[in-house]
């Protein structure tokens, strides 16, 4: 029997989940292997943002992760707007005066707080040993009867290893998800909200040319019905990062790819009731833009994030759509829970794993389920069609704030002491 120092951790895939993953279990002195199918650790160059909760996480899972996130983020720009997390404009309003004033404001403890993807994990990267990630590795298969009890871990490429505990990172369509459940069973899939986001990295400048400088400097949403175009500075206030959310009653034509190609043309059509400040942002796009299919987990959320020596982490476990701005945020408050149950001095065996993980489901499946179904409520918010509420936005406001309460308003590090108590409890029973 192997031994906990020998103990391995597969972490199937190199996003925020798996890298925030791997760090926090890495300097508690737990062994780690991070597979990743991509050819090396890469992102797609947009942006990110992370609320309080989110901050909170990286510190606790390790403080070298908070650090790394303070190198590349990006605040609004004004000293005044430090605590704003988005000034939320009515484009009915939106008349091309750059000096329009908000319908209201969404303050924080810590306000907006910006990175491009692809430059926070590149920091992240940095804080595992360079032997642990392993490129190029598509998880196809895993089976029991590995030595020593491990599981045997079987990839695309028709290589193989063993873990003691998978931890699958592995994103929206994960694949453990569906070898966990079955390829039937209908989490293995995620499905369309009805809803596409056509994504943008303009340059500063221009973007204070097209909406002005209070818009493009600090965070903006734009709202209007059927739609919303927010933006942020990201890069040290190089530039703006622009999402701009179209609702539609058409089914998306491929759910297997979350892509698809359209057209600056096509982003003008869709907001061309927004306003002379929000077209001419959006001409500032290339005229080739994708367009991202918002999918997630609400229809049919998985019935349980662990399963004896395999557990879902991030948007596996809780794809959401994006409109919170909290996915992420929870892939790392998921990583913050594991980390500290993982690294239990009680640990020594394989039961401990199960135990750990069946309590990492029990602390973690309703607030993360609660996440996927909220975010649907507030996208609906943004954009006047929530039942209820649609465009009154005195309404609107007290629900945002509401809901953002229940994202930022928790205590993470208590969060993972409760979960010791129980593993121990549940260990000791
Ligand atoms: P992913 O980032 O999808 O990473 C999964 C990794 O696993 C990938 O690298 C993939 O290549 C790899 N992989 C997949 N399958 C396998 C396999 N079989 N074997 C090996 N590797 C595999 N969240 C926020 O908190 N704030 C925001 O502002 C925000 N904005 C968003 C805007 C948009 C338009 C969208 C779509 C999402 C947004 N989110 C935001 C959500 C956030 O992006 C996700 O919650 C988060 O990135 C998920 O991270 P993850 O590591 O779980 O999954």
Not at 11 to 17: C, F, Q
Not at 56 to 71: D, F, K, L, T
Not at 73 to 83: A, E, G, M, S
Request: aromatic share 8%.
């Amino acid at each position: 029997m192997a031994t906990k120092k020998d103990h391995v951790f597969a972490i199937i895939g190199g996003g925020i989940a798996g890298l925030t993953l791997a760090v926090a279990l890495h300097h508690r002195g737990l062994r780690i292997k991070i597979f990743e199918q991509a050819g090396q650790m890469q992102e797609i160059g947009a942006g990110v943002a992370f609320t309080p909760n989110a901050l909170q996480a990286m510190r606790v899972c390790h403080p070298a992760i908070y650090e790394a996130y303070e190198r590349v983020r990006t605040r609004n720009l004004w000293p005044c707007k430090q605590k704003v997390w988005f000034d939320f404009y009515d484009t009915r309003n939106e008349d091309g005066d750059a000096a329009a004033k908000p319908a209201f404001t969404i303050s924080n403890d810590v306000g907006q707080n910006g990175v491009l993807r692809a430059h926070f994990l590149d920091e992240l990267i940095k804080l595992v040993p360079r032997e642990a990630a392993h490129v190029g590795k598509r998880l196809a298969s895993y089976e029991e009867g590995g030595p020593d009890g491990r599981l045997r871990l079987r990839f695309a490429d028709g290589s193989e290893d063993e873990a003691d505990v998978i931890l699958a990172c592995d994103g929206i369509k994960s694949r453990v998800r569906q070898l966990l459940f079955g390829a039937h069973h209908p989490c293995a899939l995620p499905s369309y909200t009805h809803r596409y986001a056509y994504r943008a990295l303009v340059p500063m400048e221009e973007a204070v040319d097209a909406i002005g400088k209070e818009k493009a400097q600090n965070a903006a949403m734009h709202m209007g019905k059927g739609g919303h175009v927010l933006t942020f500075p990201v890069n040290h206030g190089q530039t703006v990062n622009v999402v701009a959310f179209h609702a539609t009653s058409e089914e998306w034509p491929d759910s297997s790819k979350l892509t698809a190609q359209s057209t600056r043309e096509a982003a003008l059509r869709d907001f061309s009731n927004f306003g002379p400040g929000i077209t001419k942002l959006l001409k500032l796009t290339s005229p080739k833009l994708d367009i991202w299919a918002i999918f997630d987990l609400g229809e049919n959320p998985p019935p349980t994030f662990a399963m004896d020596r395999v557990c879902l982490v991030g948007d596996a476990a809780h794809a959401t759509s994006p409109h919170h701005g909290a996915g992420a945020g929870f892939c790392i408050e998921d990583a913050a829970v594991l980390a500290h149950l993982l690294a239990s001095e009680e640990i020594s065996d394989h039961r401990g794993h199960r135990v750990a993980l069946a309590v990492y489901d029990a602390v973690r499946r309703e607030r993360g389920s609660w996440l996927v179904q909220s975010s649907r409520r507030i996208g609906d918010t943004y954009e006047w069609m929530a039942e209820g509420i649609e465009d009154d936005l005195a309404k609107a406001e007290e629900e945002i704030k509401y809901r953002n309460g229940v994202i930022a308003d928790v205590d993470v590090e208590a969060m993972c002491h409760q979960a010791r108590e129980e593993f121990s409890k549940r260990w000791r029973a």
